[in-house]
């Protein structure tokens, strides 16, 4: 086109161009958009997995309770807990206390109750202004506490990687549209006025993409 500015073929070749670029950017923000989406339900998911392991933890530790210290049965019972606490520790970070009985009192985060005894301390679902999911712990958002297992990978990938992503095409797209404009408008259209701007100006770099 700079070297053709009257074609008309090169002229729309190049509005072809810069309607596919920005659909381009749109398509990119939406996936990012729905990998953010994706995560946060897996986490809700995962706090209903982590509560039923909670439960199926807290009865087997009055099971053992039950059986006495050193019987098969107890011994039995203390692997399939282990199994439990190993799958559990999957999806948070857990902290184990060994009981007097056999069985183990749980903990995640900085020190929240999941299982007590034969008692299991359901972990709570909230909601942040956006909708997405909080971790709760006797009504208390402690989502800042939990940073392993699944959970928290899940975590990092909604609250700090996807937005990060966001940002960066948000910025790129910004750069970009202002850079193509300033470059448009510095010339003259076909009838000697002033160029114009070639995308639609963007106030701000948030959501540019």
Do not use: C, W
């Not at 199926?56 to 282990?82: F, H, M, P, Q, V």
């Not at 470059?183 to 259209?189: I, M, W």
């Amino acid at each position: 086109l700079s070297a053709d500015p009257t074609s008309s073929t090169a002229r729309q070749g190049v509005l072809i161009q810069g309607q596919s670029l920005a659909a381009a950017f749109g398509t990119m923000s939406e996936r990012l958009t729905s990998s953010r989406s994706e995560a946060d339900s897996t986490i809700r998911a995962t706090v209903e997995s982590v509560n039923a392991l909670a439960q199926r933890i807290a009865g087997l530790n009055k099971a053992i309770a039950l059986a006495g210290g050193t019987s098969s049965s107890a011994l039995s019972l203390r692997d399939e807990l282990d199994v439990a606490v190993g799958e559990l520790s999957k999806l948070v970070d857990v902290g184990a206390i060994l009981r007097d009985d056999g069985g183990l009192d749980l903990t995640f985060g900085s020190g929240r109750p999941l299982v007590v005894g034969d008692n299991a301390y359901q972990m709570g679902i909230g909601a942040n202004p956006d909708g997405t999911a909080t971790i709760t712990s006797a009504g208390v958002d402690v989502t800042g506490e939990v940073s392993g297992g699944k959970i928290g990978g899940l975590l990092q990938v909604r609250d700090v990687m996807v937005p990060g992503y966001l940002d960066q095409l948000d910025a790129i797209a910004f750069t970009l549209a202002n850079q193509v404009n300033a470059l448009h408008t510095s010339g003259v259209d076909l009838d000697g006025g002033p160029g114009l701007a070639f995308f639609t100006p963007l106030a701000s770099q948030d959501g540019a993409a």
